[in-house]
């Protein structure tokens, strides 16, 4: 049976034409296998109208719903809290799989993953039994965490203040990549002691406003806009202390990188396989090639084999990173700070190779495909505008430091969500 609901939730806050609210639950996903299915089952509906989303700017508000309430935003909470509690390497692939059919959906939850991790590492039993059961129930996590005209992403303005038993948040954010769509905006902000914390703001609260204003050239249906929190109170078991899970060694910001990576290897993989299919179907052999077809151009050939090894050492290396955040979580205790930078240089070894094969591949594309390639109709520029909008995330040239200092000087990598 499809693991994609017929009749897909209600958008948040809306209702029944009686008043009532909307009560369908997500289909809840059992196991590493049916996870990977269902992506694919995902993806291949995804990608029926993605072209026509990105050039229309069309918001996918139905399409997350499918999405979500396959059960595939659910996968990582733990078994004993009634989930998959997926293995990473089955996160990435599934990720990968949904990027390369829209890498737009495959963002959205990106930092809903990350979220949920945060509940899991710092979040007390009733928070978790709360928020694992919304997120089953197919319930989706936003985000406020960056702000425009700081001096650097960790230079935080908003204040998440204790007052009366409850939390007050007051700020502007922006690149809130999925607050548009999300059942919970979850605002970074920072106390008094600047420690960071985490309100998980309902949609529809009082305060809470959400701005449709992305206007980036790529990654264009991510509604990554503002996300405005005025003096929004909430209720002491929606906060979470965020600080604790870069304060102390853990995988949160290896995770978080590791699934940016997935998407990149996504798009990727998708600029690979429409170039393949281009020239196959449409593009002519160069006038010196002496060859009937531009699949048999000797140098089209080279070029094709070149953008295969590339894609699949990013692969390799994306599969080795999440096999080794598997072998840190399961190893029986908490992981050390030796595991985390380990975990750390890992991810950025992969996440180097996926982000020069997303911008590789899609600028590839029009070499080997010719001209008619660039017709507004193919849309194919697509890939590229995306490629280099989600890879400017956390700069890769950041990366070769990080690992080349861990190598050759013993630096461990600081911990942070970019790490």
Do not use: C
Request: proline share 4%.
């Amino acid at each position: 049976m499809s693991a994609i609901p017929q009749n897909t939730a209600t958008r948040p806050g809306s209702t029944h034409s009686d008043g009532s609210s909307e009560k369908a639950l997500a289909h809840i996903i059992r196991d590493d296998a049916e996870a990977i299915a269902s992506a694919h089952e995902v993806a291949a509906r995804l990608a029926v109208h993605a072209s026509e989303r990105d050039r229309e700017r069309r918001l996918p508000r139905e399409e997350i719903d499918w999405f979500s309430q396959a059960g595939l935003w659910a996968i990582t909470v733990p078994k004993e809290y009634g989930g998959a509690g997926v293995s990473y390497v089955t996160l990435t692939e599934v990720i990968k799989i949904i990027a390369a059919a829209d890498p737009s959906l495959a963002q959205l939850p990106q930092n809903h993953l990350g979220l949920v991790d945060v509940i899991a590492l710092t979040g007390t039993h009733e928070q978790k039994q709360f928020f694992f059961g919304e997120i089953l129930r197919g319930k989706r996590f936003g985000n406020g965490f960056s702000e425009k005209g700081t001096k650097h992403v960790l230079d935080l303005k908003t204040r998440v203040t204790a007052e009366d038993g409850e939390y007050v948040v007051h700020g502007t954010k922006f690149y809130s990549t999925g607050a548009l769509f999300a059942h919970y905006v979850p605002i970074l902000g920072l106390d008094d002691e600047r420690r960071g914390w985490l309100a998980y703001i309902p949609a529809g609260t009082a305060g809470l406003q959400v701005i449709d204003d992305w206007s980036g050239f790529g990654q264009r249906t991510t509604a990554s806009g503002t996300v405005i929190a005025d003096q929004v109170r909430v209720a002491a078991s929606h906060v979470f202390p965020a600080f604790r899970v870069s304060d102390q060694p853990t995988l949160n910001g290896p995770i978080s990188q590791v699934i940016q990576a997935a998407i990149d290897a996504g798009i990727g993989r998708a600029a690979v396989d429409d170039t393949l299919k281009f020239v196959r179907e449409r593009s002519r052999p160069w006038i010196d090639s002496g060859v009937e077809r531009a699949s048999d151009d000797p140098l089209v050939i080279r070029e094709v084999g070149h953008l295969h090894i590339q894609l699949h050492a990013a692969e390799a290396l994306l599969e080795r990173a999440a096999r080794t955040l598997d072998a840190i979580a399961t190893q029986g205790h908490a992981p050390s700070e030796d595991d985390i930078a380990r975990a750390s240089v890992a991810v950025g070894e992969a996440k180097v190779l996926t982000t020069e094969i997303a911008l590789l591949a899609s600028e590839k594309l029009f070499e080997l495909a010719g001209t008619q390639s660039t017709l507004a109709a193919h849309n194919l520029d697509r890939h590229w505008r995306n490629a280099r909008t989600h890879t400017l995330h956390d700069p890769v040239r950041w990366k070769y430091h990080l690992v080349g200092n861990y190598y050759l000087n013993g630096i461990k990598p600081a911990r942070h969500p970019w790490n």
